[in-house]
């Protein structure tokens, strides 16, 4: 069994997933991301991009292939071991707002701190302070039914950054917000990641989010692909054609 490279901190090798429809999600994926790296996951919806997340992050076992974090593996893990490690030290924002409907804005934020045994004033206090970063400060004591759908994905986002995860895996995290909250929460997501060292892999199908990231990897049915990118060359109404993935 070949080890990871020391420098990266999620390393995946030869990953194959099917759908329970037999549809393939994932064929042969390897990748590996760097401490501290912003990776970005791009291609169309169906793609595979949702079902490497899940892999990586444990929450879905690949049915062959191999998943490391910092040199462990991950593939080889029980259910509880993997349970553990998601709570410890991964966090998720996924594409549409879920939370606990009987518990407010910030209790909702501060919920990973309070599993991993944090007191409730410490964990308060970090919830309260990314909902403030992400201009939702003013809610704090509302349940989820009390709020739109972009403010209960601004506390998605918060609970996932309140914990100070290893590495973040967030898949289309932007997907329910208008275009002007969606570029306030990237800014703070990706500002957020690089000012506390946190790993992000960020699944999207839009390039201005993609452009964020330090580095992108582009799916294509269920595979890797590169993208060649060609001189501009104008059609006949005047636009631009620039690239070509093989």
């Not at 292939?65 to 029980?78: D, K, R």
Request: glycine share 6%; hydrophobic share 40%.
């Amino acid at each position: 069994m070949e080890a990871p490279p020391d420098n990266d901190v999620l390393w995946a090798r030869s990953l194959h997933f099917t759908h329970h429809d037999g549809s393939p999600a994932l064929q042969g994926v390897s990748l590996g991301v760097r401490e501290g790296e912003i990776l970005a996951v791009s291609g169309p919806r169906g793609s595979g991009k949702t079902a490497l997340l899940r892999c990586l992050s444990g929450i879905t076992p690949a049915q062959r292939g191999e998943v490391w974090f910092n040199s462990v593996p991950v593939h080889t893990m029980g259910p509880m071991t993997r349970e553990r490690l998601r709570r410890d030290r991964f966090g998720w924002i996924d594409s549409a707002p879920v939370l606990v409907p009987e518990l407010n804005a910030w209790e909702n934020a501060a919920l990973p701190l309070m599993l991993r045994g944090t007191g409730r004033r410490r964990a308060r206090t970090a919830a309260l302070e990314w909902l403030e970063r992400l201009d939702i400060g003013d809610r704090t004591r509302c349940r989820p039914h009390e709020l739109t759908q972009p403010e209960r994905q601004r506390v998605c986002v918060a609970r996932a950054l309140a914990p100070s995860p290893s590495v973040l895996f967030a898949d289309e995290p932007t997907a329910p917000l208008h275009r002007a909250d969606r570029a306030h929460v990237l800014r703070t997501l990706t500002t957020a990641a690089r000012s506390h060292g946190i790993t992000v892999v960020l699944a999207t199908h839009d390039p201005d989010t993609a452009a964020l990231a330090d580095r992108t990897v582009t799916l294509l049915d269920g595979r890797r692909v590169n993208t060649v990118h060609l001189p501009p060359m104008a059609d006949s109404e005047g636009r631009t054609a620039c690239s070509l993935s093989v």
